[in-house]
């Protein structure tokens, strides 16, 4: 297939993808300790590498999300690119922030290198080795906006 054929498909399929992930993103649902359902805060969401067929990986982010090849991190990237224990993504007050935690091939916020804890705003594409994860809070959350 040709070379410019490529990119509307590309980009038609990304598309197709954050309407799935929005779907799915407002359909859940958590509970509080009074046992009434609230939507979550914020959340990532691995996105699939091309050529696998594996459905999106959704991880709600807490006080402290980690993000790493090791089966014990909240969100595992099974990437040989990403470092054991990578990155953390972590709530101070009403902000989150994203921290490299010395990995070996950095981490990136919207193609920038984290070099320092980096605030995220409502919505970020964050990027370890060749592993995408995007960053969003829940349409109804205050928090991370700004």
Request: hydrophobic residues 45%.
């Amino acid at each position: 297939m040709e070379k410019w054929l490529w990119w509307p498909l590309h980009a038609a399929l990304l598309g197709l993808l954050f309407m799935f992930l929005r779907m799915i993103i407002m359909s859940l649902h958590w509970e509080q300790n009074n046992g009434t359902k609230r939507q979550p805060q914020a959340f990532l969401v691995k996105v699939p590498s091309s050529g696998t067929f594996h459905p999106p990986k959704v991880v709600l982010v807490g006080k402290e999300t980690r993000l790493g090849r090791e089966a014990s991190n909240d969100l595992v990237l099974e990437d040989p690119f990403v470092s054991t224990t990578h990155a953390r993504v972590y709530l101070v007050g009403e902000e989150y922030w994203l921290e490299d935690l010395g990995s070996r091939n950095s981490t990136y916020v919207n193609g920038a290198p984290v070099i320092m804890p980096q605030k995220l705003s409502q919505a970020a594409v964050i990027t370890m080795g060749n592993a995408v994860v995007i960053f969003h809070t829940a349409p109804n959350s205050l928090v991370g906006k700004g």
